[in-house]
Every structure is written in C-alpha cells, then in structure tokens.
C-alpha cells in the first residue's frame, strides 16, 4: 500500500473538569470525548521526497508549523528512516474551535503512515509518539468516546448512546492556551464516578464544561448561541472545549438537522448536524465514505 485517504473526526467535550495546574503549564483535567461524523479528509502517500501537505484553506500553515507536518516527522523519527511524504488535506472542522480538528489531522497522520509502511509502530508505541504532539491527540487514535484524564491522553473508552449533534460556530477562534490562563484556582476534584460508564440522567444533568465560563464572560455572545439551541428543543446544550463552538443534543437526526438548518438561515454561522461515533459506526461510516 503506497497510499491512503482517511477521515479525520471532530470531537466535542461531553464534560470536562480542570483539577489541578502542573508545573509544566498543563492541567490536569477530566474530560468525556466525543468524535462525531463531522470530519476532515486527508490523502497520504509516499513521495519521492522530503513531506509535503497541500491544504485548501487558506489560513493553515503547511510548514512545520502544522502539526500534520510534526505528526509525519515524529514518524519519521520513530521508525529511524526518512522517506517523502506527501499530505493532502481538506478541512472541513473550522480552525481553533473547540472541536481538535487538528489533533485529529496529525492521529490520522499517525495512522495513516503506519498503514502504508507496513504497521511498524504498535498502537502503544502510536499512543505515545502522540502524547509528544498534544494532549488530544492520543484520543483521536481511538474509533469512539473515552474518558480522558491527565491532561486528556490517559484514555479510558465507554459506550454512549449514539446522540445526534448540532455544532454552531460565530466564526472567530479561541486560543486554547487563553482559555486556560484565565482559569483560576482553587480546582476541585469531583468525587469518584466510574470511568467504564455514562452518566445514567439525562444530558442536560451532567453536561459540563469549566472553561465556558471563562470563554463567555469575553464573549458573551456564545450564551445567545446556546439559548437559541435550547429554543430548538435541544436535551443539553455546552460549549465544547475550549471553545467557541457550542453544540446541542437532540433526540434523532431529523430533528438535529431540521434545528441546524433553521439556526444557520437565523444565525449565518457555520452550522452542521453530526452523529456521535462509536468503534462500530466509525468503521461504517468510514467505509461508506470511502
């Protein structure tokens, strides 16, 4: 095999608690991730020489400064050889949005340089070159939810129902490593709950998101967002990591697809429907998109 297209999936934060600062400027957190059917595409080949990446949005870096290009030298690195790389990638996840479309891009570089050199990486060797490129990365190495606690990357997958998405985005970015400076201690932990499940209530009991204060009280915006969503009927309603795409769950995929259509003719924002994926719809999905 000397290629290989994948799909790369968002994510939203079903939850996410921020516990403790470390000493290396992470935080300790614990989140429950979600990918979702809202994906960029990424074409990976060998190339004669030296790794290349061609993106048709015109804001993302195709240098090093795009950690699709980081994934691929990790990699390289990894194995101990050099040899050309060319990425294709066309971004359908808006920038800097809460939804780690590009930690997702660098695991499905991760992956789909494994594929074509004939699986030399295991999938723990895979883990950890990933939690070297970001603290979502690690995650988007998996086909479905988990827990994440850490700074995200120590990963515990569950099952969850299969809840249907509305993500509304207003268009500008929020700087994750803002986010987080503007948190302040004292971080609490939660008490003890089972990493193997999901929450029994309802979402709109267990929805949770510490940095969506701190995104609102600078833009206070994102809170018409989400009342809007809730005004369609949505069962929870949060924005997801760091923000500012805010997203609503919502019964069945009709009904989410209606309410996106309606809040994107209201709103003019980027707006799409998704599902959440699980290890077996990953594989479905995928494959029926080719």
Same mark, same amino acid.
């Given at each position: ?5 994948? +799909?790369?999936?968002? !994510?939203?934060?079903?939850?996410? !608690?921020?516990? $403790? ?18 994906? %960029? ?8 020489? $030296? ?5 048709? +949005? ?17 990699? *390289? ?22 939804? $780690? ?10 992956? /789909? ?11 723990? *060797?895979? +883990? ?23 700074? /995200? ?54 929805? +949770? ?16 967002? !989400? ?24 019964? %069945? ?38």
């Amino acid at each position: 095999m000397r290629h290989l297209t994948l +799909h790369c999936p968002a !994510k939203v934060n079903l939850y996410l !608690k921020v516990i $403790g600062r470390r000493s290396d400027g992470y935080h300790d957190l614990i989140t429950l991730m979600q990918p979702v059917t809202l994906t %960029d595409e990424l074409a990976i080949s060998h190339a004669a020489a $030296g790794i290349g990446l061609e993106c048709d +949005h015109p804001d993302l870096p195709v240098d090093e400064r795009n950690l699709a290009v980081r994934a691929a030298m990790a990699f *390289q690195a990894a194995v101990s050889r050099r040899f050309g790389v060319r990425i294709r990638l066309k971004k359908n996840i808006p920038l800097a949005a809460g939804l $780690g479309g590009g930690s997702s891009d660098a695991a499905g570089v991760l992956k /789909g340089l494994n594929a074509i050199s004939g699986k030399p990486l295991t999938a723990s *060797q895979l +883990h950890q070159l990933a939690r070297r490129l970001g603290a979502d990365v690690p995650f988007f190495l998996l086909d479905g939810p988990a827990w994440g606690r850490g700074i /995200g990357d120590v990963l515990t997958p569950v099952v969850l129902p299969t809840y249907c998405y509305v993500l509304v985005n207003p268009g500008y970015q929020i700087s994750t490593a803002w986010a987080y400076s503007r948190l302040q201690p004292p971080f609490v932990a939660p008490a003890e709950a089972r990493w193997d499940c999901w929450p029994e209530q309802p979402p709109a009991a267990w929805l +949770h998101n510490d940095l969506e204060a701190v995104a609102m009280a600078s833009y206070p915006d994102l809170l018409a967002l !989400k009342q809007a969503l809730w005004q369609e009927g949505a069962e929870g309603v949060l924005m997801s990591g760091s923000g500012p795409t805010v997203f609503g769950i919502f019964a %069945d995929q009709a009904a989410a697809s209606e309410a996106a259509e309606r809040l994107r003719t209201a709103t003019g924002f980027w707006t799409a429907a998704a599902l959440g994926l699980s290890p077996t719809s990953s594989s479905l999905f995928l494959k029926d998109l080719g």
